[in-house]
């Protein structure tokens, strides 16, 4: 891979659409100068060109963020080229090195820059060519880097292929947003975004002056903004000029809009609009869309996953590789925890739909007005969220607040919720909502904030990543008016039990807000009117998730390995007393490696049973089919004589704790444990009363996680693997990382759960600890049974040893390392 330094001239404003000509005045392997002739005075981009190591190939325009550079997208540029793209990457007028002043991405400005980069690559031996001045060339860009990306797009037809994210459709909307339908005046302020760009650029370059590099135009109108909280109608026609919106029915090369649910800047509505704009002008157009995880807020970082599709998007549009690409993915957050590090898990799913085209539901809401204050000046105000900080301090925030049916979004007093009767099925909501209402208010006008949100059985509130949907009207009849809110594009999943809610406030301290006291109320004229995706899920994680025919063939294939290669499920045992039956099992990995080989013991009710073996020796593995996660090569496996597999009704009673424990640390441990209960999908009795008196939790499990000593936190895992009081506990280290007293009351923590009739099998290596614990034990050495029995036959039996690690190395000798065979 090699990598040009090159400096650019790009036309600067006044372009002549009709006479613009870029001549070449050198070129070496090293550097390339280009001129530009135009009307004004030129402005110089700072860029590097990326060659891969086969030329010609497509070329990649990759635009940075605002306040950004070329150095910004360095990254991506050899994720890239690494692939075989040539990348051109460059840092924007007004930023770094680069000269001229930021107009927003202008048609006559930036976009142009990018149209001179396009013919600049039209003219390069390495860059592929489909015709004569036109070549093969794709654009991608996030945020002021993705308006540039379908503002070029529109502009220019050489441009093959597209990928906008986290960017805007319609700039005032974003900046002044107006979510009343039908209401053409624009909405308040988002003044504390607004003013995190300008103060950076203006610091930036403050020896300029106040404006740093804006041009004057765009200087004069956030100055009227910040004074006035209102567009005049100059400025209006400004912030159109850069709307991606007015241009979209231009763009002929297939589209990727990306955008971030985690983002109170450019939320999840502007890619449904900017899809619907696209669908609308070209139905026959290639468009996909994303809805990730991330955004300006900070969320969930899912930087591999996007990468590998928007590599896929390009493989597909400008190597012409035959990948089937997915029309609509989007991320749910609320599935999975790991329980190493008590992060979440994203769980990609895909859909042949576009929400656009999403089924639409409805929902009776029954609360039938809610009254709310608005304080003199706004103070205190609401936290929906925190811009231009990110969602990492906000959403630990607005989480822990939320328990006690508190959330900052949703001020007592200053707001309300109009909510649906608990619900009795679940419901998912992919997309926007809506809903009509009247609203009154003794000034005559409002400024409120609405949010679709969910509450809980025990009150806590979830407004997805603080996102709101702000309103402004005016000349309100004292009757009142009736408008149709529009409320934010969301994904939101709500469990049988739950509330979902219309929430409104009065203030949020994002946006510019009244000063004079009033009040106001709200009415539902409607139901909620919601959309829904019918998705598959595709995988979860941040992971790569790849589209191409080869993951076709892994479904075909794993169709094929289900009906043919599984093992037949064996009939229940309807006579059998004990409660865990292993008969003859057998592991034998696609590679060709045995894990178990014909192991048969059998568990009664009552027991702790010690599963032992050193490394190597198929411990994992039988715990893995015991819990049935995956299918035995032979043999079976029945709990209380039903028969266990993936999906087995006998897994039902069974509760597990692997790997560490993993819990949200801004939750009690009373909360982190109705979580679990909710998001396993169970609603039968806990047990929550009893677990806890055989756990001693006592009163810590009223505090939050992030107090608990490594014991309270063992405890509490274990408590969670009791929740339903299931007849089968299986336990992986449950005393890793304790003291001797922890270890102590951990022992007796099991003993007594056993005393209930109940049993619990355990690996571990402490064998001075499991000696002490466990009524029996069975020994495994390179997947098969070397000892089974009650502990005190097994002690009584090795005379010569004086406890169980003396007999465990009597049994096993010095055979220890994996993989070698014994002779």
């Avoid at 002549?16 to 100068?33: E, H, N």
């Avoid at 900046?175 to 009343?180: I, M, W, Y």
Wanted: aromatic share 6%; proline share 6%.
């Amino acid at each position: 891979m090699r990598i040009s330094g090159v400096k650019l001239q790009a036309v600067a404003a006044l372009f002549v659409l009709s006479a613009i000509s870029l001549t070449p005045i050198s070129a070496t392997a090293d550097s390339v100068q280009i001129r530009t002739i135009d009307t004004a005075n030129a402005v110089s981009l700072d860029t590097s060109l990326y060659l891969p190591k086969k030329v010609p190939a497509p070329a990649i325009l990759i635009a940075h963020g605002f306040g950004g550079s070329k150095d910004s997208v360095a990254t991506d540029a050899q994720f890239f080229v690494d692939k075989g793209f040539v990348v051109l990457t460059w840092t924007a007028r007004g930023f770094g090195k680069s000269t001229g002043q930021i107009s927003m991405n202008a048609p006559d400005a930036e976009v142009a820059d990018t149209k001179a980069l396009i013919s600049y690559l039209s003219r390069n031996k390495n860059v592929l060519q489909d015709n004569s001045g036109d070549p093969r060339v794709g654009i991608m860009g996030s945020s002021y880097g993705g308006a540039n990306a379908l503002m070029t797009a529109s502009a220019d037809s050489r441009i093959d292929a597209v990928i906008a994210d986290i960017t805007w459709n319609d700039l005032q909307n974003n900046l002044f947003p107006q979510s009343a339908a039908s209401v053409t005046t624009p909405g308040p302020f988002k003044k504390v975004w607004a003013g995190t760009f300008f103060s950076a650029v203006s610091l930036q370059g403050a020896y300029l002056g106040e404006c740093g590099t804006f041009t004057q135009a765009w200087c004069d109108a956030y100055s009227n903004a910040a004074i006035n909280g209102k567009p005049t109608a100059a400025e209006s026609k400004l912030l159109e000029s850069v709307s991606p919106k007015n241009y979209l029915q231009t763009i002929t090369a297939p589209t990727l809009l990306s955008q971030g649910q985690a983002d109170s800047l450019f939320p999840l509505t502007e890619s449904f609009n900017s899809a619907k704009a696209i669908e609308k002008a070209k139905p026959n157009l290639p468009l996909a869309l994303i809805w990730h995880a991330g955004g300006h807020d900070g969320g969930i970082d899912q930087t591999s996953y996007l990468r590998e599709q928007y590599l896929q998007w390009f493989k597909k549009n400008l190597l012409k590789e035959k990948i089937e690409f997915p029309v609509f993915q989007f991320t749910k957050t609320n599935g999975s925890i790991s329980l190493q590090d008590s992060t979440v898990i994203p769980k990609v799913f895909a859909s042949s739909k576009l929400p656009t085209e999403a089924t639409v539901k409805q929902l009776q809401l029954l609360t039938p007005t809610v009254a709310l204050s608005f304080p003199i000046g706004g103070i205190p105000s609401a936290i929906s969220a925190l811009p231009g900080i990110g969602s990492a301090g906000a959403l630990a925030s607005r989480v822990a607040s939320t328990i006690a049916g508190f959330s900052p979004a949703l001020l007592p007093g200053q707001s309300g919720l109009i909510e649906s009767a608990p619900l009795t099925e679940p419901i998912s909501v992919v997309g926007p909502s809506s809903i009509k209402v009247r609203i009154t208010s003794t000034t005559g006008d409002a400024t409120l904030f609405f949010s679709l949100v969910t509450k809980s059985p025990s009150g806590s509130i979830n407004q997805p990543n603080g996102v709101v949907a702000p309103v402004r009207l005016e000349n309100i009849p004292q009757s009142g008016t009736e408008v149709t809110i529009n409320l934010p594009a969301t994904i939101l999943d709500a469990s049988v039990g739950d509330v979902l809610a219309v929430g409104v406030s009065s203030t949020d301290q994002g946006y510019e807000l009244p000063k004079p006291s009033r009040f106001y109320s709200v009415s539902a004229l409607s139901p909620l009117s919601y959309t829904t995706s019918d998705a598959t899920a595709s995988r979860a994680g941040s992971a790569n998730l790849i589209w191409p025919i080869a993951a076709v063939l892994s479904v075909l294939l794993a169709a094929v390995y289900i009906r043919v290669r599984r093992p037949k499920i064996a009939p229940s045992h309807e006579n059998s007393t004990a409660l865990v039956e292993v008969e003859n099992l057998g592991k034998v990995y696609k590679d060709g490696y045995r894990a178990v080989t014909d192991l048969s013991f059998s568990v009664e009710r009552g027991q702790v049973v010690g599963l032992l073996g050193p490394n190597g020796a198929g411990k994992t593995t039988t715990l893995r089919m015991l819990m049935g996660l995956i299918f035995p090569t032979e043999g079976s496996i029945f709990i209380d004589g039903k028969p266990v597999y993936p999906g087995s009704e006998a897994l039902a009673n069974l509760g597990s704790f692997v790997e560490g424990p993993g819990f949200l640390p801004h939750l009690s441990g009373r909360e982190n444990l109705s979580l679990y209960w909710r998001s396993i999908g169970r609603d039968g009795e806990q047990y929550l009363d009893e677990v806890v008196a055989i756990t001693k939790l006592g009163t810590a499990l009223d505090k939050k996680v992030r107090s608990y000593s490594q014991g309270m936190r063992q405890r509490l895992a274990i408590a969670q693997a009791m929740l339903g009081m299931p007849d089968l506990l299986v336990l992986d280290e449950p005393t890793n990382g304790l003291d001797p007293q922890q270890i102590a009351e951990m022992r007796q923590v099991l003993k007594d759960y056993a005393a209930t009739g109940r049993t619990v099998i355990i690996s571990s290596h402490l064998l001075a600890e499991v000696q002490q614990t466990c009524s029996h034990v069975v020994l495994m050495h390179r997947g098969q049974l070397i000892s089974f029995g009650p502990m005190k036959k097994l002690l009584a039996k090795n005379r010569k040893a004086n406890n169980l690690e003396e007999i465990f190395l009597e049994l096993i000798g010095d055979d220890l390392v994996i993989g070698k065979e014994k002779k």
